[in-house]
């Protein structure tokens, strides 16, 4: 019997869990049918895919899109086009919007507004704060939630739960792994001193790597003593990633393509407040660090903590400057660029951009391709070289901090549950986003 499919990927190379190897696969209803050779079959639109990878959906759990409240920076429709156009098919977005989204209200309001609105697939954290603790147990298995984030250390916004008494409370309700902002709120506050006006540099020394060892200590701690899971947002310290190795059943990790491809002082040498971040770059010895997280698996995921404001504010004199950089749509290229330096295999990529996300968050359906899953691909050329630029860059800031990066490795495909939502380049329309589903969440 001859098989009909949807779409047919031919040809491409496949990296899943069997390996690497040259497949088609076969996509129904927005699901992953058949894998393998599908010479016989049949299917509304066949893709070539020949010398082209197949990758998982990559999914990028650490964005701030902005909306609602500062879209003149960002909205949920122009983060989520530079996140296909750089190869991501799902985002974990960020509470400290304006208002937060710390009530039922802002977040079924945010779930909405994407809705069909964004170009991939969504999840959205609820922050965590003193007054919504009690309401958290409900509010964090709400369909289409990531789960509870909190700045312990304050950055964009005012999100805040600083003191370990406070922190506790949310730690002992919530049942679901937590993600954290970790840097030491009393320490930064003791150290404001240290920064320089109009010097960048500073910043780093201002938040230094106590200020993120000693919070990310105290979460592990609380973590212990609750019995609770946590999740340790863009690592920045070669020590956290030292501590973490013997904390791995309590606590994941997070790194980003800017604490790997970065360093201090040339990074703020060179591109001034553009690579003002929180946690800051840090020194070399840091980034070498974290190389060494992904090298032994320390790591979970990496989520590219894309973070836009404008140029106008970002040329404010520095500690004015806000703190933060794009950083969703250039995820894909930095990291498959370390890829074909050889820092990094393609399989080690995909656990951390599909496995890793789905292992830690309980995600349905989403993270491998595999028979039955959803048919989200990133679908990438390893050896089309490219420069970066602000012009290809589609979030509303218009930036990037790689303008004129040359790397070798590009997204040039993005399927989400079966549909085409980014082809060369090209965004199609309408956009289909939906909620990611969660295990914990499946039942409204
Ligand atoms: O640099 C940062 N910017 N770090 C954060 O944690 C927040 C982010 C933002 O929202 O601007």
Known sequence: MNQRFDTILKSGTVVNQDGEGIRDIGISNGRIAAIGGLGQASAGETIDCKGLHILPGVMDTQVHFREPGLTHKEDLETGSRSAVMGGVTAVFEMPNTNPLT??????????????HRMHCDFAFFIGGTRENVNHLPELERAPGCAGVKVFIGSSTGALLVEDDESLRRIFQVIRRRAAFHAEDEYRLNDRKPIRVEGDPRSHPIWRDETAALMATQRLVNLARETGKRIHVL?????????YLRDHKDVASCEATPHHLTMAAPECYERLGTLAQMNPPVRSADHREGIWRGIEQGIVDVLGSDH???TL???AKPYPASPSGMTGVQTLVPLMLDHVNAGRLSLARFVDLTSAGPARLFNIACKGRIAAGYDADFTIVDLKRSETITNKWVASRAGWTPYDGVRVTGWPVGTFVRGKR??????????STGEPVRFLETLKA
């Open 102 to 115: 710390v009530t039922e209200e802002t977040f079924t309001a945010k779930i909405k507004a994407g809705h």
């Open 234 to 242: 863009h690592i920045s310290t070669k020590e956290e990633i030292e």
């Open 307 to 309: 973070a836009p404001h």
């Open 312 to 314: 106008e504010e970002k």
């Open 421 to 430: 939502v980014m082809w060369q380049g090209e965004v199609a329309t309408p």
